[in-house]
């Protein structure tokens, strides 16, 4: 009897087991009928990425590129976090994600506490307009306005790269009020927020991105301070891939590359299309699109290669632009008090990029492009850009920027040589002129009040020149881009309060950088 009761228990039981098994395993065996009976049998696996919906990121996300990769036998998926550059970090370490768009900026300050999970494979674009300081004109007109002013009100969007621009422009000018603290330091969820924060009067100044700069600037009482179509290699957007995926999947990050690089050209031979299928995914309208495609410069595959990672064909030139991007703006958020040191392992930043895959590709050439290198000229250093003969009213006629942040550039008494340590002040200032290739540079000599006044003029005229000329014979700097000014004791700066008497006669002798454009 006991046996009896223990086989049908046994059975009972394996029946129950079976059953399970089958309500299990059924969704299996249909979704593998369903993959083998259809074109999904195909599908070679997923590819997925975090972005935000920043129109640069476009190419990535678009139908081109999905259908490159469909084609390929990859699906890929492509999440908006709405710009959640820390969710992307945490996912990348995780392995929840492949690959991961970001800012060179964001991408050192949010993944310093991850150890960097993810290297540079790519140069996305660079914003070129795509951000922009703008003010109420009543209240600041320029940068140098800024300094020294009491109760500006900031608004911007933290951890964007219009945050970073705010940074860059407080660490190269001298600027700490574009990073204010307490009621002045307004942080808005977008760009657009901090754009009504403006027009309303709640703010002073506003950093945005656009098409909010472009609707911004529609209302007369606002003006551009400075905007990234006069800024070099300052945010640049990347493609980063996890570390484990690079080493165990590393034919599938050439397809990416290979593919990408092909919807580029697609939509670059293909203007209208590109227009077209942005409007679709946003639904704004064709002149907003062209406002923003307008604010973006994508880097191709000739320049991922020549402009940003140093590869070039043996005898021609290319220049490291990633890896001094990532030198310059860890200096920016060390300076601005984001790291108290270099973050980055080793503080080599080559830890930080994989440039391989590109090699490779250069190597056999991508179908439908021209291997860069030959026949092609070296993209010039944008330090050596080239300006056009100004006359003194043309020169008089432009509207100054910003000073440059620049240590004493110290002289022997009564002498306009440069020494060797003034040499390394100039050397370091020419860090920070690289990021604005746009604009010339009125170099203006002082000195102190005391004195005779035409001495005094000579000897600041007389070190002006020297530093223009130091910066044309070792930079290759256009002569015609450099107007050097000597003032005399005419302008001295203003006395601080508390300042003592010795202390700002002694700061008096200086030599300034004075970036300037055309006042539209």
Not at 90 to 112: C, H, M, P, Q, Y
Not at 405 to 421: C, R, Y
Request: with cysteine.
């Amino acid at each position: 009897m006991n046996k009896t009761i223990i086989g049908a228990a046994m059975i009972f039981i394996m029946v129950v087991v079976g059953a399970v098994g089958v309500k299990l395993l059924l969704p299996r065996l249909e979704e593998s009928q369903q993959k083998a009976t259809s074109d999904a049998v195909k599908t070679k696996g997923k590819i997925r990425m975090d972005m935000d919906n920043w129109v640069g990121y476009f190419p990535l996300r678009s139908p081109e590129m999905k259908n490159q990769m469909r084609r390929a036998g990859y699906m890929l998926v492509c999440e908006d976090d709405k710009a959640d550059y820390a969710r992307r970090m945490e996912r990348l370490k995780d392995g929840d994600i492949d690959f991961a768009v970001v800012t060179v900026d964001s991408f050192i300050l949010n993944a310093a506490q991850h150890n960097y999970p993810a290297a540079i494979v790519m140069v996305i674009d660079e914003s070129k307009g795509g951000d922009a300081i703008l003010a109420r004109k009543e209240r600041v007109a320029s940068l140098d306005e800024l300094k020294g002013k009491s109760g500006i009100r900031v608004a911007f969007t933290p951890d964007s790269p219009s945050h970073h621009l705010a940074k860059a422009a407080a660490d190269h000018f001298s600027v700490p009020e574009l990073l204010p603290s307490g009621k002045l330091r307004i942080e808005t969820d977008g760009s657009e927020k901090a754009r009504d924060k403006l027009l309303a009067g709640k703010a002073d100044i506003a950093i945005c991105w656009e098409p909010d700069v472009s609707r911004a600037l529609n209302n007369k009482e606002v003006i551009k301070i400075l905007g990234t179509e006069d800024t070099e290699r300052l945010i640049v957007d990347i493609l980063v891939a996890n570390r484990r995926f690079v080493q165990e999947n590393p034919d599938l990050i050439q397809l990416m590359l290979d593919n990408y690089f092909k919807t580029l050209k697609k939509y670059r031979d293909h203007p209208d299309l590109l227009t077209e299928h942005v409007k679709h995914e946003t639904g704004l309208s064709k002149e907003t699109v062209s406002a923003m495609l307008k604010g973006v410069k994508w880097a191709n595959f000739s320049e991922n290669c020549e402009k940003w990672f140093g590869i070039s064909a043996p005898g021609t030139y290319a220049d490291e632009g990633l890896i001094d991007t990532i030198e310059s703006t860890v200096r920016i958020l060390v300076n601005t008090g984001d790291f108290s040191s270099d973050p980055i392992p080793d503080n080599d930043p080559y830890r930080l990029t994989n440039s391989s895959f590109l090699e490779k590709l250069f190597a056999k050439g991508i179908s439908g492009f021209t291997t860069p290198g030959k026949g092609v000229a070296g993209p010039v250093n944008s330090i050596e850009a080239k300006f056009a003969l100004l006359d003194e009213a043309g020169w008089n006629s432009l509207k100054e920027v910003g000073t440059l942040k620049v240590e004493p550039i110290l002289f022997q008494h009564g002498a306009t040589a440069l020494d060797v340590l003034a040499k390394q002040v100039v050397d370091q200032s020419v860090e920070r002129l690289k990021h604005y290739p746009n604009f010339r540079l009125v170099i203006k000599g002082h000195t102190g009040t005391r004195g005779d006044p035409q001495e005094n003029l000579r000897l600041s005229q007389g070190r002006a020149e020297s530093v223009a000329r130091y910066l044309e014979v070792v930079y290759n700097i256009d002569e015609n881009r450099i107007r050097p000014i000597g003032f005399g004791g005419a302008k001295p700066l203003p006395r601080k309060p508390g300042e003592s008497k010795r202390t700002w006669m002694y700061s008096l002798p200086r030599v300034e950088l004075v970036l300037v454009q055309e006042d539209y």
